[in-house]
C-alpha cells in the first residue's frame, strides 16, 4: 500500500478556506457553495478542460480521474469544516 497512486493525494492539492477555493497540482479547480439550506457542493471552474487534457495525453479513464479529484476537494473542505467545528467547541 506504501506504493499506492493515491497515497499522501491531500499534497496534490491548495486550498484556500477563506476564499473557498482548492486547486489541484493538475490545474484543476474547484469552487466551494454553500446552498440556502446551508449544505456544500462543489463547483469546478475547468472540469471539462481538464478531462480534455488528461484524454489527449492519453490517459482513458479521465472522466473518472477527474471525478476522483472532486470528491477529493469535497472531502478537503468537510474535514476543514470538521476542524473550524472541533476548534470553535473547545
Known amino acids: ?3 499506492h497512486p493515491n497515497r499522501n493525494w491531500k499534497r496534490r492539492w491548495h486550498v ?18 454553500q446552498l440556502p439550506s446551508g449544505d456544500w457542493y462543489v463547483e469546478t471552474a ?6 480534455t487534457a488528461l484524454t489527449e495525453a492519453g ?9 476522483r479529484w472532486i470528491w477529493e476537494s469535497n472531502e478537503l473542505l468537510r474535514r ?4 473550524q467545528g472541533k476548534a470553535a467547541s473547545d
Open 16 to 33: 484556500d478556506h477563506s476564499a473557498g477555493i482548492a486547486v489541484h497540482v493538475s490545474g484543476l479547480t474547484a469552487l466551494f457553495r
Open 80 to 83: 476543514a469544516l470538521d476542524q
Open 46 to 51: 475547468n472540469e471539462l478542460q481538464t478531462v
Open 59 to 67: 490517459d482513458s479513464r479521465a472522466k473518472a480521474v477527474v471525478e
Open 1 to 3: 500500500m506504501a506504493n
